[in-house]
Each structure stands twice: as structure tokens, then as C-alpha cells.
């Protein structure tokens, strides 16, 4: 019993803390996609942003070094020269344009040219036709980094970081490059790991340090890239709103986890559990005729073996039982294990018998009887060497009752009223039942020899059993007085410790073996079969 229990509890507190740890544990994981994934999205918006703003500063230039050539006036004269002044002004980001021939630069916007610059060689071409040469040296303004951007015989230079100069996220690194990978301008020293896999990142990602989102569109990649610190302000926000609720579930399974265990482990709990792994045995008590002294049957009484092999009584678990309906897969079991036990003694004996108890459920619901027919047909036993014995206790519906002892009787077995004389089994009822027998319960036999107010009724119920030509059982014969008071007023049989306690089924035999030999005065041929 201990055994279970503490297995039960065991597995309750290691169900409990898994209930309680998972889902906290799996809202702490979803906050933190959740999480990263918001903050994926708003780098996937810095980036798509980068993308429109370059591409639109790409169209610009492109345009504006369309319009240079129309229409034509004389290259270099002083209306080219301020054309291109004018151009350059008006158009933001553009740091200076240049005229060239034979790849030599011959003015720009500043004026005429004396030195010789040349012309770079582009990088390469967008997919509209800028010849780009990412890292060009302003020879003439001098400034920062610059990139050229040249169509037909005029160049000019722009300044990239005019394509990353709107970003307002604190700590958010940006990369623009072409389609290939080549960096064109960079925000906030992006990761070095990342800058270089730009071309081939994935839409969303991260490593150890950073998280990321690209964005890819008209010949150019940008991406945008926060510390996975970065994430905390929104994992906050996503825990709060997750973890209670993970916390709530745990709650309910931890709870329901203890109500299930409790359940377990309450007495109707364990007996359920008991019927559904068949823990029952049966041990049998021999019932002695009294004159002869011959072992004529047995009383199949049953016991609940525990797991750590304790034996509990029946009238600790028979009540419990019988309220909860559980008595009757406990019948079953009975049923099954007497006849496939004893069954071969009750063949090898015809006049052996062994009585099994009914309780009021079996009876009324008439249930019990298909039961019988199988499995002591199973086994080949004649019901006539089968008696039942039948409580009224709890009988509600004593015409069902009835109807089941008459079909039973029909094939033979006898059927013993149990308990006689007590409160439950009155005349009154012993009237409308089909009746074979009595077993005049313990409680009257205890008093014989004694000198109490009860000890006159029990010969009174001896005389009412033989008024109605009933065979008597006496249970509960503990002294040798008792025995031969019964004897003497007429009682057939005898059951009780002063000729044997419950025995299991070899103890059953030996004494069973003993009393035949003693009878026989000799060897018993029978016995042999049934050991
Ligand atoms: P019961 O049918 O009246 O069974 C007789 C009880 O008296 C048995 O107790 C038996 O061990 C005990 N007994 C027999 N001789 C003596 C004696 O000389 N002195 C004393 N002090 N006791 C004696 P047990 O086995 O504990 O069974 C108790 C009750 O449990 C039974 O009373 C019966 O009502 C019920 N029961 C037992 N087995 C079954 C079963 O298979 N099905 C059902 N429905 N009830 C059962
Ligand atoms: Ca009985
Ligand atoms: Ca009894």
C-alpha cells in the first residue's frame, strides 16, 4: 500500500513540476519570438526605407545627367559650365558634375579644368545604365568619401551617406551594397561577419550578437542590423502579457494534477485501481459437516492483495464496493478466479461444494448470471456444487432478486441465505425468496453457552430453519461446545476457526486431504488430482 502511495505522489510531483515548469517555460520561449520577431520587423522597415531612398537618389542623378545634353550648346562655353552649376545646385546629394572627353575630365561645375583628372573606371552599372564607381577621390572639392556616377561624357559625384542620413533607431547599424555585395555606404559599424554575407543573407535572421532584416529591390540590398539587446524593452512588454497567462495554465495543471492524485490515492481511488489490475484473491474457509466431521465445502472469501503483498479484509473494502458499484467487476473476478482454483477439486469431488458470496447488486440486476454460466462452463463445474450465497442487505428490489435466484436455482445451484437472524435477513423476506439454505450468522452462534438475552433466540432460529426444511449452516463455530450444541439441535453444518480459518486454495487441499484421510481411515484416491 505505501508502495503505491508513494509512487503516486512521486509521479504527481514530478507530473506537477513539469506542468508547472513547461508552460511558463514555452511563454518565456514565445515571448521571446515574439520579441525578435517585432524587432525583425521594424529592421526590415529601416530597411525597405534605405532601399526607396538610395534607389530615388539613383533616379535623380540619372536624370539630372539626362538633361545636361539638352539642348546641345557648345561643351566647356561659359552657358555649359553654369548649366551645370545650376544642376548641381538644385540637386541634393550632388557634390559636383564634370564634363569629360577621351576620358579626361575638361570642366565641371567649378569651372574650367587644367589638371588632368581621368575618368574612373566604373565599379559597375546599374540595371538603369549609372556606370558607379563606389570609392572615388574628389580631386576638386576635396571633401569626404564620394561616389562617382557617370552616364555618357558626363560624371558626377555624390555623397553616399546622403542614402542612410534618415535613420532615427538608436543603436541600428545599415548597410547598402549592390546586388553582388559591394558595400556602398555603411551606418554605425555594422557587424563585419554580417557586412560581408549581405548579398546572400536571408530576409531575416541573427547570430550571436546581432539580429537582422533585409531588404532587396532595384539593384541594391540593404539591411539593417540592432545588438540582440536591442530586444529587451519589447521582451519585457511580451513577458508580462505571456507569463501570467503560462502562469494561470500551470496553475490549472498543477491543481488539476493534485485533485487527480487526490483522487488516486482516496480509498475508492485505490479500489478502482485495485479492480482494473485485478489484485483480489481468494482464499477459501472449509465448512465441516458436523456429524461426520467430513469437509463437505468450502466459502470462497475474498482478499485484496496489495502491491507490497499486504492482505486487506473484506469488510474493509466489501462496503465501499457495494456503494460504489465496484463490488460487481469485483463478483467478476471472484467468479473467474474460483473457477478456474477450485474447479478441478469440485470435479474430482461430486460432493463437494464451494459457496460464493452475492452482494444485493449482483442479485437484483441479474447480471451475475451469464457470469456464472461461462466461466463455471468454462471449466466444466456443476452448478449444483456451486451455492450463493445472497444478503438482503441492500435489497431494493426484492421481485428482481427473486427472478435471479429462481433462474439460478433452475440450474442447480443452491442458494444460501447469508447472515440469518441479523437485521437483514428476516422471515418476512425469506418468504418471497427462493431459499435452499441458511447460514445462521456468527453473532447467534457466539452465544451459545452463554448466559446473555440473546442466547434464547438462537435456538429458536434453529427450529425456524428446520420448520421450513432448510439445510443450516452455523458460521462462526469457534469452541467445541458450540459444535456439538449444534449438533445436537439438529444444524447440518458447521464453518468456523475451530476447524480451520480462510485458507488459500493449498492450504484448502491439505486440510481438505487430512479430513478425507481421517474419514477413510486411509489413503484418499480423489485428492491426487486437485494438489
Ligand atoms: P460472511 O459471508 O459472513 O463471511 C464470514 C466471515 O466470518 C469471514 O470473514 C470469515 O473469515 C469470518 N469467520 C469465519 N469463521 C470465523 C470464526 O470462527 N471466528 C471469527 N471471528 N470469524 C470467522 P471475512 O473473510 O473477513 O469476510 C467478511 C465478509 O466480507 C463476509 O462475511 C462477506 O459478507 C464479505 N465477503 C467476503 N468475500 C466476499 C465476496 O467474494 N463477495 C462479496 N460480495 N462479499 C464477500
Ligand atoms: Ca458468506
Ligand atoms: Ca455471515
Redesign the pocket.
Known amino acids: 500500500m505505501e508502495l503505491r502511495r508513494s509512487r503516486v505522489i512521486a509521479a504527481a510531483i514530478l507530473l506537477g513540476l513539469v506542468g508547472a515548469i513547461v508552460p511558463i517555460v514555452s511563454m518565456v520561449y514565445v515571448s521571446w519570438v515574439i520579441a525578435v520577431d517585432k524587432q525583425q520587423e521594424v529592421l526590415q522597415q529601416i530597411a525597405r526605407q534605405t532601399i526607396v531612398r538610395a534607389s530615388k537618389t539613383f533616379a535623380d542623378a540619372r536624370i539630372a545627367l539626362d538633361s545636361l545634353a539638352y539642348p546641345p550648346l557648345p561643351p566647356c562655353s561659359p552657358q555649359h559650365i553654369a548649366r551645370m552649376r545650376v544642376i548641381d545646385f538644385n540637386t541634393t546629394s550632388v557634390a559636383e558634375i564634370g564634363y569629360f572627353e577621351n576620358g579626361l575630365l575638361k570642366c565641371s561645375s567649378w569651372g574650367l579644368e587644367e589638371t588632368r583628372i581621368m575618368r574612373s573606371v566604373p565599379d559597375y552599372v546599374t540595371p538603369d545604365g549609372l556606370q558607379v564607381k563606389i570609392d572615388a577621390h574628389p580631386a576638386i572639392s576635396m571633401g569626404n568619401r564620394v561616389m562617382a556616377l557617370y552616364r555618357g561624357v558626363y560624371g558626377m559625384l555624390i555623397d553616399p551617406q546622403r542614402f542612410v542620413d534618415t535613420m532615427m533607431e538608436d543603436g541600428v547599424a545599415l548597410v547598402l551594397a549592390n546586388e553582388v555585395g559591394d558595400t556602398l555606404v555603411t551606418l554605425n559599424a555594422p557587424d563585419a561577419a554580417l557586412l560581408k554575407s549581405v548579398a546572400e543573407a536571408p530576409q531575416r535572421g541573427m547570430n550571436q550578437r546581432s539580429l537582422y532584416a533585409v531588404a532587396r529591390d532595384k539593384g541594391l540590398v540593404a539591411m539593417a542590423i540592432a545588438p540582440r539587446a536591442s530586444i529587451a524593452g519589447k521582451l519585457e512588454e511580451e513577458l508580462l502579457l505571456l507569463v501570467p497567462a503560462g502562469a494561470f495554465v500551470a496553475i490549472f495543471i498543477v491543481v488539476f494534477v493534485a485533485w487527480q492524485s487526490k483522487k488516486r490515492l482516496s480509498p475508492l481511488g485505490e479500489l478502482s485501481i485495485a479492480v482494473r489490475k485485478r489484485e483480489f484473491i ?2 477459501y ?1 472449509p465448512i465441516v459437516d458436523l456429524t461426520s466431521g467430513a469437509c463437505v465445502g468450502a ?4 482478499r485484496w492483495r496489495r502491491p507490497d503483498g499486504s492482505l486487506t ?3 474493509l473494502f ?1 462496503p465501499l464496493a457495494e456503494e460504489s458499484g465496484l ?1 460487481m467487476p ?2 467478476d473476478q ?1 467468479i473467474e478466479m474460483v473457477a478456474a482454483e477450485f474447479g478441478p477439486l469440485l470435479n474430482a469431488d461430486p460432493d463437494l461444494h464451494l459457496a ?4 444485493a447488486a ?1 442479485v437484483t440486476s441479474g447480471r451475475v448470471l451469464p457470469v456464472l454460466e461461462e466461466r463455471l462452463g468454462k471449466h466444466g463445474i456443476d452448478p449444483r456444487q456451486v451455492w450463493l ?1 445472497a ?1 438482503e442487505r441492500g435489497f431494493m428490489n426484492i421481485d428482481a432478486a427473486r427472478e435471479t435466484l429462481k433462474i439460478a436455482r433452475a440450474w442447480g445451484h443452491t442458494i444460501a441465505i ?2 440469518f437472524g441479523t437485521g437483514y435477513s428476516s422471515l418476512q423476506y425469506l418468504e418471497g425468496l427462493p431459499t435452499d439454505a441458511l ?1 445462521i ?2 453473532s447467534f452462534i457466539d452465544t451459545i453457552g452463554r448466559n446473555t438475552a440473546t442466547s434464547s433466540v438462537t435456538p429458536h432460529i434453529i427450529e425456524m430453519a428446520k420448520t421450513l426444511d432448510l439445510r443450516i449452516v452455523a ?4 469452541t467445541q461446545e458450540q459444535a456439538d450444541y449444534l449438533r445436537e439441535h439438529g444444524v447440518d453444518y458447521g ?4 476447524y480451520s ?2 485458507l488459500p486454495m493449498s492450504g484448502f487441499v491439505d486440510f481438505y486431504r487430512k479430513a478425507k484421510t481421517r474419514q477413510n481411515g486411509g489413503a484418499s484416491n480423489i485428492l491426487v488430482v486437485a494438489a
Open positions: 481468494v482464499h474457509q466459502e470462497a472469501l475474498v479484509r473484506p469488510d466489501i463490488i469485483i463478483t471472484v460464493i458470496n452475492l452482494c449482483d450465497e444478503t447469508d447472515d447460514k450468522d456468527k458460521e462462526g463455530v469457534e464453518q468456523g476457526w475451530l480459518k480462510a
